[in-house]
């Protein structure tokens, strides 16, 4: 499998959450949606500061970047084998998370065939701990087929003056990001619709 699908998008939110307004990381990066930061190439800051989004841009926006950012170097490390979606869905995580699957020697291992190496040395990449059980749950989709989505997401809000992320509610979201892969562009060459999707809203 070569491209993204939506269970692979519900495995990355479930690992995230959503913010729907700009805030401040751990290290006081400003930050929106699924753990997007200006770094990505789509502009968060003063964008999205004290404008929450609806939850349909906010997973928008993350879409086109996982499809057009992330997924070319994932199956770049790929090289020629044939990914399946549990093994993609895994280290498009990864690479989401670390921005390292280019150098990360687990990957290089597994293409060569040595599984084993390749699940242990995923785990060299669990600094801070508190990646450990992310790392964790990766290793378990990619090497033994296990999903960790549930169609749901956890939505938080935004504390202030601090602009840290607070705990909302758990949200359901399969139907929306199910809708959003429908909604999507077909590669070109395309008739251009009268009607304006998700996609031509991103560059509004």
Request: hydrophobic share 45%.
């Amino acid at each position: 499998m070569r491209e993204l699908t939506p269970r692979i998008a519900l495995e990355l939110i479930a690992h995230e959450g959503i913010v729907t307004e700009a805030y401040k990381d751990s290290v006081g990066v400003w930050t929106w949606s699924v753990g997007i930061t200006d770094a990505s190439g789509h502009k968060v800051f003063p964008r999205y500061k004290d404008k929450p989004q609806p939850l349909e841009h906010c997973i928008g926006v993350y879409l086109w970047l996982l499809r057009e950012k992330y997924l070319p170097p994932v199956l770049a490390a790929f090289g020629k084998h044939d990914p399946s979606e549990a093994e993609l869905g895994a280290a498009l995580s990864f690479h989401w998370n670390t921005g390292a699957i280019a150098r990360a020697s687990w990957i290089g291992r597994f293409v060569k065939g040595d599984v084993d190496g390749a699940r242990k040395s995923m785990l060299d990449w669990a600094r801070p701990k508190e990646l450990l059980a992310r790392r964790r749950k990766e290793q378990a989709l990619f090497f033994d087929g296990q999903w960790s989505e549930e169609g749901t997401a956890l939505v938080y809000g935004v504390a202030k003056p601090s602009y840290k992320p607070v705990r909302g509610k758990r949200v359901e979201v399969r139907a929306l990001v199910e809708g959003l892969f429908a909604d999507a562009p077909a590669p070109a060459p395309v008739a251009v619709a009268e009607k304006k999707t998700w996609f031509d809203r991103l560059f509004e």
